[in-house]
Structure formats: structure tokens, C-alpha cells
């Protein structure tokens, strides 16, 4: 136990067995500090070490939690960084990392990061990205189109946002050519544009398509390329 205005410090190894409580009331000066003065690549480390015989998955291998008092002076979790096993199997070792936070009073899981993949919305993502806000329900993306995947029970979607006088784009790219093709929205001519080959090859207005024109001035109006 120590006390007094002096913090205690430790140079080298130190093991400490049972509960360690920091308290401070100086606002300005962190609780704990790591410094590691060699001057060499190594950095300061904090191990979290679970070594019980009987490893299992789901087990949980270390967490941070984060406590403050609400309004009504109740001391309330209100968000947590969580590694738990996935996988104990020797060879097969798989972790996941989950970031809760608090969400109209109750824990929300608002990030994970699990085999190679990362979820918002959900402790268990099928893609490298997975953004879920609700059960789309016995559905997974196709092998060919997983590296994104956003997923709803309503109206999932995705937004391009931009000032009036800008273009938002979606583009397409191979390793000869980054912009090989695209498709682009312009607000201040009303147009939305197809692009493959690098030009444009199809345009859409608010009443018009125009398939080799960018200014069609009919329903559908095709022109050929001059010979």
C-alpha cells in the first residue's frame, strides 16, 4: 500500500498478486505512466495473460472497462475494450477484439475485429467489412462481392454526400487504369454519367438517356461515333 503525494515507481520487473486500485485527484497528471528509455524499437507493453488449464472458446482473455457516475450518481460501465477466444484449438487460434460502448442506457457493441475481419454493428462479420444494422436474415454475400457488405432489415443503403455544386463518383479501377470506368452524379447539370474506357459512354438526365451523347435531347437519344 501506498499512499502520500509522491507517486510510487518501479524500475525492471514487478509482480503483484490480487486487486491493484489507483486513485488520484489531480486532474492534470495520468494514473499510470509506461516509459521504456532504450533506445532501441521496443516499445512499452501491458500484457493481459489468462494461463488457466482449461481454455475454452469464448472465454474472455482481457478487458478495459470504463465507469462514470450518471446523473443520479450511479457508477455505470459505459464502454469496454474486450479480447475474447474464438477459436482454442492448437494450430486454428482464433481471437476476436470487441469496442462497447453505452447506447440509450444500454451496451451497445459498436465495433469487433475478428479473423481478419471487421464488424460494426454486429460480433460476428462475414466480410472484411461488415456494416449491420439489423438481421437481413439466412443470407451471406457471394464469394465475388464480400469485401463490403452493409446489411439491414428495412431499407439498407449507402449515401454519397456532397455540397451542391459538387460530383460524387463510384469508381473503378484495373492496374493500367485507375479511373477505367466509373459512374458519376453531377447536381449543378442534373446529370448522372456512365463511364467505361475512361470517357463518358452513357448519360441520364432528369427526363432523357443518351447512349454516345452527354446531352440527349430526346427520351432516348443514341449517336454514333463519327467514322
Given at each position: 500500500t501506498h499512499s502520500g503525494l509522491a507517486a510510487p515507481t518501479f524500475t525492471g520487473a514487478a509482480t503483484f498478486t490480487g486487486d491493484i486500485a489507483l486513485a488520484s485527484a489531480t486532474a492534470s497528471k495520468p494514473l499510470l505512466s509506461l516509459e521504456n528509455t532504450n533506445a532501441d524499437g521496443t516499445s512499452a507493453e501491458i500484457k493481459f495473460i489468462k494461463n488457466g488449464g482449461d481454455a475454452?472458446?469464448?472465454?474472455?482473455?482481457?478487458?478495459?472497462?470504463?465507469?462514470?457516475?450518471?446523473?443520479?450518481?450511479?457508477?455505470?460501465?459505459?464502454?469496454?475494450?474486450i479480447v475474447y477466444s474464438s477459436n482454442v484449438v492448437d494450430g486454428s487460434e482464433e481471437?476476436?477484439?470487441?469496442?462497447?460502448t453505452r447506447a440509450s442506457g444500454a451496451e451497445a457493441v459498436p465495433?469487433?475485429?475478428k479473423g481478419g475481419n471487421v464488424g460494426i454493428g454486429t460480433t460476428n462479420p462475414d466480410s472484411t467489412l461488415h456494416v449491420h444494422t439489423a438481421?437481413?436474415?439466412?443470407?451471406?454475400?457471394?464469394?465475388?462481392?464480400?469485401?463490403?457488405?452493409?446489411?439491414?432489415?428495412?431499407?439498407p443503403g449507402v449515401s454519397i454526400l456532397m455540397p451542391n455544386n459538387?460530383?460524387?463518383?463510384?469508381?473503378?479501377?484495373?492496374?493500367?487504369?485507375n479511373d477505367r470506368a466509373y459512374m458519376s452524379?453531377?447536381?449543378?447539370?442534373?446529370?448522372?454519367?456512365?463511364?467505361?474506357?475512361?470517357?463518358?459512354?452513357?448519360?441520364?438526365?432528369?427526363?432523357?438517356?443518351?447512349?454516345?451523347?452527354?446531352?440527349?435531347?430526346?427520351?432516348?437519344?443514341?449517336?454514333?461515333?463519327?467514322?
Amino acid at each position: 500500500t501506498h499512499s502520500g503525494l509522491a507517486a510510487p515507481t518501479f524500475t525492471g520487473a514487478a509482480t503483484f498478486t490480487g486487486d491493484i486500485a489507483l486513485a488520484s485527484a489531480t486532474a492534470s497528471k495520468p494514473l499510470l505512466s509506461l516509459e521504456n528509455t532504450n533506445a532501441d524499437g521496443t516499445s512499452a507493453e501491458i500484457k493481459f495473460i489468462k494461463n488457466g488449464g482449461d481454455a475454452g472458446t469464448g472465454d474472455d482473455v482481457g478487458k478495459i472497462s470504463f465507469y462514470q457516475d450518471d446523473a443520479d450518481g450511479n457508477a455505470l460501465n459505459f464502454a469496454n475494450i474486450i479480447v475474447y477466444s474464438s477459436n482454442v484449438v492448437d494450430g486454428s487460434e482464433e481471437s476476436q477484439m470487441s469496442f462497447t460502448t453505452r447506447a440509450s442506457g444500454a451496451e451497445a457493441v459498436p465495433l469487433v475485429l475478428k479473423g481478419g475481419n471487421v464488424g460494426i454493428g454486429t460480433t460476428n462479420p462475414d466480410s472484411t467489412l461488415h456494416v449491420h444494422t439489423a438481421t437481413a436474415g439466412s443470407i451471406t454475400a457471394p464469394s465475388t462481392a464480400d469485401d463490403l457488405v452493409i446489411e439491414g432489415s428495412t431499407t439498407p443503403g449507402v449515401s454519397i454526400l456532397m455540397p451542391n455544386n459538387g460530383v460524387g463518383r463510384y469508381g473503378f479501377g484495373v492496374v493500367e487504369d485507375n479511373d477505367r470506368a466509373y459512374m458519376s452524379y453531377s447536381h449543378d447539370v442534373e446529370k448522372m454519367f456512365f463511364g467505361v474506357g475512361g470517357a463518358d459512354r452513357m448519360t441520364l438526365t432528369a427526363g432523357n438517356l443518351g447512349i454516345g451523347t452527354t446531352a440527349p435531347v430526346g427520351l432516348l437519344h443514341l449517336k454514333a461515333a463519327s467514322p
